[in-house]
Antibody, heavy 122, light 107 residues
Framework: EVQLLESGGDLVQPGGSLRLSCAAS????????MNWVRQAPGKGLEWVSG????????DYTESVKGRFIISRDNSKNTVYLLMISLRAEDTAVYYC???????????????WGQGATVTVSS | DIQLTQSPSFLSASVGDRVTITCRAS??????LAWYQQKPGKPPKLLIY???TLQSGVPSRFSGSGSGTEFTLTISSLQPEDFASYYC?????????FGQGTKLEIK
């Protein structure tokens, strides 16, 4: 079964740091780009970051550039999101999601984890 | 950055109705648009990609169309399990923005 399992969500103070992990199983992990998408309480979806299959390309939404770093370890079938200088507006459920296709990132995301909750508050 | 605007934001309909949700992009995105369904407390589910290709396992009552800047998601005959929120996402350029969502409620 294809599966993604996030971990690392927590309550953190403003200015603090956190690293989310997403463990993948059931597919050839290194063949697929991976993404992080977040959803603030009661709000819509926001794409946060993406990384290519070999880790050579990373992309970010503007509001997290310079504060978040996406990475992956293909030997561990895991993608990470390191978040520093956290702000209250980063409070959200963070989902990792797999690209649908091995040959393009333009076919959406077909497998999603259950989400990790990040709360930024003093 | 590309902005996506969905309409309507809220939709009230009955089982058996045909409903259409529109997604407009602030600039042309070819056909690089996906649609997702999300139920409360659950992750999104991919329904359609490249505007009109049905994801495996998605019922055929769901269909998508459009290109350039205007896209539609149509549900031909609403079923009880279709009452949820729907989001479009553009995959033409980064950042991969989403529309604000459409909440489909039971009338």
């Amino acid at each position: 079964e294809v599966q993604l399992l996030e971990s690392g969500g927590d309550l953190v103070q403003p200015g603090g740091s956190l690293r989310l992990s997403c463990a993948a199983s059931g597919f050839t992990f290194s063949s697929y780009a991976m993404n992080w998408v977040r959803q603030a309480p009661g709000k819509g979806l926001e794409w946060v970051s993406g990384i290519s299959g070999n880790g050579g390309r990373t992309d970010y939404t503007e509001s997290v550039k310079g504060r978040f770093i996406i990475s992956r370890d293909n030997s561990k079938n895991t993608v990470y999101l390191l978040m520093i200088s956290l702000r209250a507006e980063d409070t959200a459920v963070y989902y990792c999601a797999k690209a649908t296709s091995t040959v393009t990132t333009r076919h959406g995301m077909d497998v999603w984890g259950q989400g990790a909750t990040v709360t930024v508050s003093s | 950055d590309i902005q996506l605007t969905q309409s309507p934001s809220f939709l009230s309909a009955s089982v058996g109705d045909r409903v259409t949700i529109t997604c407009r992009a602030s600039q042309g995105i070819s056909n690089y648009l996906a649609w997702y369904q999300q139920k409360p407390g659950k992750p999104p589910k991919l329904l359609i990609y490249v505007a009109s290709t049905l994801q495996s396992g998605v019922p055929s009552r769901f269909s998508g169309s459009g290109s350039g800047t205007e896209f539609t998601l149509t549900i031909s005959s609403l079923q009880p399990e279709d009452f949820a929120s729907y989001y479009c996402q553009q995959l033409n350029s980064y950042p991969r923005s989403f529309g604000q969502g459409t909440k489909l409620e039971i009338k």
